[in-house]
Structures are given as structure tokens and as C-alpha cells.
């Protein structure tokens, strides 16, 4: 398989990042809303949790908390990965699915079907070809397991899955969130007394 000259770039630079990463330490923390976020920095002291070599690896999933191998903390600290997916590429998307699951790259999926998600799509890709994978910044449009893989273990992904048997992924979103729904205004009447006089045999108050 021939790689690009810009692929080619964008690869060297993953694997000089990746190097790099290896000797950092990443921090994970979870600020008062509950945001999960990645750092080489330490994280504040409002922080909820502090995650270091010396504070366990702690990682986040569908079923609640797990513990994450320090490796998989550091990539997805700096090379996050998420799957656009779409009914209009149901085998090359479950392909592509089936690999990183295999490998046990945690991801996020977001899933492309309402014009929303199209508009959404070609706003961050440029158009609206699936599947789509991004590792960090990187974009791999169609599924192409070689060069996947590639990109992968330049990101610093293990080759095999060194997920924890408890792992789940998030389940898949809509990309373009849906729009609130609106609730129809309600309109209240206001009473209205009766008519001075009114009596029931004349509710409308006529005096003769």
C-alpha cells in the first residue's frame, strides 16, 4: 500500500508525539460538572480525582468505573479517537468497528444519517465520506485496516487489547445533536366576573 507524502508527514509526526509521550505524565481529573478531562499538567485541587503513576489509572466506561492500563490513559490523552458512521457504509463501518474493538481502542462513535449530521460531517472533514476514523487530529476517510493500524500504533495504542474485561465503549450518539423540542405556549383564560345582577334566570344581568 502507497501512503501519501502528507499521510507520511502526519505519521512521522504521531510517532514523534507518541515518543514524546512516553515519557510524560499524564494526569486525569474530573472537575464539579463531572468533565473528564487529559493532561501533562497537574490538575487544580477542586479536581475530583487525580490520575498519576502513583494514583492508579483509572478510566471511565459505559458501566461505570474501571481500571485502565496507564498505556491506553497516555494515548487517549493526546490522540482521542472517534468513528463516524453511517447507513450508507454498513460493511466498511462494521469493519472498521470490529478492528478497534479487536485491538481495544476505547472510541467514541458518532453516528451520520439527518442533514444535520451531513452538514455537521463536511463542517469537520471538508465532505461527508464514510466511515471516517480521527486519531487526535489525524483524519483516515474510508476504512483501510493496514493503514489504521498504521496510524494507531504511531499514537501509541498497544496492537493487542490490553482492555480490562469490564470495558464497555459509550454507546453511539447522532453527531448533530437533535433540537430541542418546543413546547406548545399555553394559553390560560382569564375568568370574567359576571354582570352585575346576573341571576340564573338572567345570566347576562338585564335590567327593565
Known sequence: MKISPNRKFAMAALLLMAGAVGSQTIYRSVDAKGRVTYSDQPPAA????????????????ATGEVRLPYVLLQAMGQFPVTLYTGPSCAGACDEGRALL?????????????????????????????????????????????????QYLTAAGYPSSSALPSGYRNAAAGPLAPAPPVEKPAVIEATPVAPPRGATPGNPAGIQF
Open 46 to 61: 477542586t479536581a475530583k480525582t487525580i490520575d498519576g503513576p502513583g494514583a492508579g489509572d483509572i478510566g471511565n466506561s
Open 101 to 149: 474493538a479487536g485491538r481495544g481502542v476505547p472510541f467514541h462513535e458518532k453516528t451520520v444519517s439527518s442533514q444535520a449530521d451531513i452538514d455537521a460531517l463536511k463542517r469537520i472533514a471538508g465532505d461527508a465520506a464514510l466511515p471516517l476514523l480521527t486519531i487526535g487530529g489525524q483524519q483516515l476517510r474510508g476504512f483501510l485496516g493496514s493503514e489504521w493500524n
